[in-house]
């Protein structure tokens, strides 16, 4: 996890509600991405970034919005018309042929 | 499409004994492999990878894959297992596209149980 941060470590969430999670890295790598795990189904993308002010949509990004204003920080919002946001959420980056991942968010929608 | 399948999805083991954790891919070209294990309520660790060369791969805390082209098969596996290697792990192989982004596709986790 180290070099990786996201917070908060749990989130709970009112429907109707956008919240935001932070990742943020030290690794000086360009890619980020954000991935979403929900139990049985391992990780889908949601999206991902190469360079600063540029990202793309993963294959579930429906519902999320992202930033990417510097290279350190990709933070992931969650919109209320995201209908299933219940889940656990890793950002991740990436140098070379190593994928580097986050400790986690646990989201839940009360 | 790429794809990664992880056909069961809890193993369990005593400890001491032998252990495998079954991964099979369908991907054009060659493929990236790697295993991940994840701990309760934790981020994915990187166990080991498969990018080119000896087929079978030593990675860390004891653990290797054997990575079998005519199978499409990255088994891991450890020769004696310990209660500590109870976790969830993941096999993933690398999906390259367009604009040089790539990204992971993961197969849906195979929970290990080692019994004392």
């Known amino acids: 996890d180290g070099g990786i941060t996201q917070s908060p470590k749990y989130l709970f969430r009112k429907e109707g509600q956008n919240v935001t999670l932070s990742c943020e890295q030290n690794?000086?790598?360009?890619?980020m991405y954000w991935y979403r795990q929900d139990p049985g189904q391992g990780l889908r993308l949601i999206y991902y970034?190469?360079?600063?002010?540029?990202?793309q949509k993963g294959d579930i990004a429906e519902g999320y919005s992202v930033s990417r204003e510097k290279k350190e920080s990709f933070p992931l919002t969650v919109t209320s018309a995201q209908k299933n946001p219940t889940a656990f959420y890793l950002c991740?980056?990436?140098?070379?042929?190593?994928?580097?991942f986050g400790p986690g968010t646990r989201l839940t929608v009360l | 499409a790429q794809s990664v399948a992880q056909p069961e999805d809890q193993v369990n083991v005593a400890e001491g004994n032998p252990l495998t954790v079954k991964c099979t891919y369908s991907v054009s070209g060659n493929p990236y492999l790697f295993w991940y294990v994840q701990y309760p309520n934790r981020g994915l660790q990187f166990l080991l990878k498969y990018i080119t060369g000896d087929n079978l791969v030593k990675g860390s805390y004891g653990f290797e894959a054997e990575f079998n082209k005519s199978q499409t098969s990255f088994h891991l596996k450890k020769p004696s297992a310990l209660v500590s290697d109870s976790a969830l792990y993941f096999c993933a192989v690398r999906d390259f596209f367009s604009g040089g982004y790539n990204k992971l596709i993961f197969g849906a986790g195979t929970r290990l149980a080692v019994h004392p």
């Open positions: 991740a980056t990436q140098a070379d042929r190593n994928t580097f």
């Open positions: 690794l000086n790598h360009d890619a």
């Open positions: 970034s190469q360079i600063v002010n540029d990202f």
